[in-house]
């Protein structure tokens, strides 16, 4: 199973970019799914999630509000539309999915990468101020 990444680019601060993960091997339609990412020299570190259903989203502090994770359930793809970038939101972006099917869990839960079992391998965002 693969999680494929996409979208990751150069841009100046203040425009937008759109982030495309699809898996390949399997379908995690009714799988919790998340964005993380990972400066160099720091720790990887959550940034949105997704339940399941879809009806569900949450967001580390510093991206609401300029953030959106969206999972198109028909075409088996995750999304994260970013907009307002800023330069400290330059990283390198995961998706990663929990093996669970239909599982809920409390609301901290979902920050936590020990939920995610499959992860992609990555893509380049970088913000120039």
């Known amino acids: 199973v693969q999680l494929q990444a996409s979208g990751g680019g150069l841009v100046q ?3 937008s970019l759109r ?6 091997g399997r379908t995690f339609s009714n799988n919790v799914m998340a964005w993380f990412r990972q400066a160099p020299g720091k720790e990887r ?6 339940t399941w259903s879809g009806g569900g989203t949450y967001y580390k502090d510093a991206v609401k509000g300029r953030f959106t994770i969206s999972r198109d ?3 088996n793809t995750l999304y994260l539309q970013m907009n307002s970038l800023r330069p400290e939101d330059t990283a390198v972006y995961y998706c990663a999915a929990d093996r669970n099917q239909r599982r809920t869990y409390t609301g901290p839960t979902y920050y936590s990468r020990g939920i ?5 391998q ?3 965002v970088t913000v120039s101020s």
């Open 122 to 124: 990555g893509t380049q």
């Open 45 to 50: 570190e959550f940034v949105a999630a997704i």
């Open 13 to 15: 601060a203040g425009e």
């Open 73 to 75: 359930d028909t075409k």
């Open 19 to 24: 982030l495309s993960c699809a898996p390949s």
């Open 116 to 120: 995610y079992n499959y992860w992609g």
